[in-house]
């Protein structure tokens, strides 16, 4: 979801706002030790750490150390699953068909057999965030006051315990978003579902039930969606539902097991209808080089990470676009340490190197991706079921036209390219008629970098689906093919 808003960025006022599961939150300096923003009137965020630094901050090492498996076999059968949902204003049918799809999930994960038939008996922990870390744009009118930024932390209540999160800012009401799919109130012992042959975690359901109400998280979010940085957040392993032994913070002193397991396969899932918005430095949203219009929009989230070549100007088409680091005066970055200014986003390289240290590690690691990509036309026939036609070989990088303005939208088309920088990877509808729309997504570069870069020769990794799709069921059936490829039976 998009914002319209000028952005001051000098003093602000403290204001400390509850979260539904009572957690307290200072928007200006309780971001994770991560990316901890600055105190002045920049809105400047630290620098990052790199080289040596970058890999002690995280934890472990590249050697094989705590990171890797323990090779007595029961490695083999564990998958740790992190789920990062979109939670803006435009995200309710989407998490809708998403929610649909948690128990067809949680079924192909309990049966999961290897290519014998064996059952594998797949011992599978589960965590939701959202895409959500704060930015100074969206204090005040379009953050509620009991609003508060999940940056990375797990969420663990049944949507049915937290009901204001499923009023939009517009104060459209979302609530079936939530009751369609949770008619039990399951929840958890744990800030995330566990469960094997032997059982699981889950209060007042089955893992199913528990998926289905803690999966759903709202649509009241920030605008600037961050999925990147809320999945390194979710995923660093010093945070104390990674690490409850060095847990030093008392809201998570009650957790007494880590989702992140030394020993398991990792899959992530990243669902989001915008650009990446990880900032590094928040005076990007007030940066004159990111901004199309007279107002801080979504198109500084394109347009700080995002560079494109060969525009055709008849048809309004690029040959390309790519992900890359720009400065606040929107010229290139290079180079590791990012010498003189830094990116305004997130360097892509955080990530990249992220989850490839873990590999290092002897992790497996899996994406799937539900994105602003056209709709795939066929898959694979046989496990892990990925994307042959359609989807991202189909995608385009283009400016909006005037077919892509849906019914009732005041703007025109020069209007939304001002807004998001770039126009629309995908548009849905609701039938074959194209008549009511169900909403429409902007192409997910910085995302299909870091998801792509973890294919290795053929064996596929990376699976990216459309979210202007109206059945998720078949971006189920690729996690859980490529899951299944990585997985063995427990010996």
Not at 18 to 40: A, F, H, K, M
Not at 232 to 244: E, F, K, M, V, Y
Request: glycine share 10%; proline share 7%; charged share 20%.
């Amino acid at each position: 979801m998009h914002w319209t808003r000028t952005v001051a960025l000098g003093a602000t006022t403290l204001i400390l706002a509850c979260s539904d599961d009572g957690r307290e939150q200072d928007p200006n300096t309780t971001l994770p030790p991560i990316v901890v923003p600055g105190t002045g009137t920049s809105g400047g965020m630290e620098t990052e750490p790199s080289g040596d630094e970058f890999v002690d901050e995280f934890g472990g090492d590249s050697t094989g150390g705590p990171l890797g498996c323990s090779g007595d076999g029961l490695c083999q059968n564990q998958i740790d699953l992190l789920f990062v949902v979109d939670n803006s204003g435009t995200m309710g049918e989407e998490q809708l068909n998403l929610s649909r799809q948690y128990a067809n999930l949680i079924e192909k994960l309990e049966n999961l057999t290897d290519h014998d038939g064996n059952p594998i008996g797949a011992d599978v922990n589960i965590m939701v965030t959202t895409t959500d870390m704060w930015n100074p744009s969206c204090d005040g009118e379009w953050v509620k006051p009991d609003y508060v930024a999940a940056s990375g932390d797990p969420i663990y209540t049944a949507c049915t315990d937290r009901p204001g999160r499923f009023e939009s800012h517009d104060g459209t009401d979302f609530s079936t978003t939530c009751t369609d799919v949770c008619t039990t109130g399951a929840t958890v012992e744990d800030p995330f579902i566990h469960f094997n042959s032997f059982g699981n975690n889950v209060i007042g359901g089955t893992p199913a039930d528990a998926l289905s109400c803690i999966g759903p998280q709202g649509v009241d979010g920030c605008g600037y969606e961050a999925p990147l940085e809320s999945m390194i957040q979710a995923l660093r392993p010093q945070s104390c539902w990674n690490d409850p032994l060095g847990c030093t913070e008392e809201e998570w002193a009650w957790v007494n097991k880590p989702f992140l397991r030394p020993d398991a396969a990792l899959a992530i899932v990243l669902i989001t209808d915008e650009a990446d918005c990880s900032m590094k430095n928040y005076a990007a949203m007030n940066a004159d080089a990111f901004i199309e219009g007279e107002a801080t929009t979504s198109a500084v989230c394109w347009n700080a990470g995002v560079q494109c070549s060969g525009f055709d100007a008849a048809t309004g088409t690029y040959a390309e676009c790519h992900a890359v680091d720009r400065a606040l005066d929107g010229s290139l970055v290079t180079g590791p340490d990012f010498p003189g200014d830094a990116p305004a986003l997130q360097p892509l390289s955080r990530y990249t190197e992220f989850l490839d240290r873990l590999k290092a590690d002897g992790k497996d690691i899996i994406m799937l991706g539900i994105l602003g990509v056209p709709e795939v036309r066929e898959h694979n026939a046989e496990p892990p079921f990925e994307p042959i036609a359609g989807g991202v070989a189909d995608l385009e990088y283009r400016e909006w036209t005037d077919a892509d303005i849906l019914p009732g939208d005041a703007d025109n088309a020069a209007a939304k390219t001002d807004k998001f920088g770039i126009g629309p990877g995908c548009t849905g509808f609701e039938d074959a008629s194209m008549t009511i729309s169900t909403g429409q997504a902007i192409p997910p570069v910085r995302i299909k970098e870091v998801c792509e870069s973890l294919n290795d020769g053929e064996d596929v990794r990376c699976c990216i689906e459309s979210i202007c799709d109206d059945d998720f069921s078949p971006a189920i059936d690729c996690l859980a093919g490529i899951i299944q490829n990585v997985l063995e039976p427990i010996k």
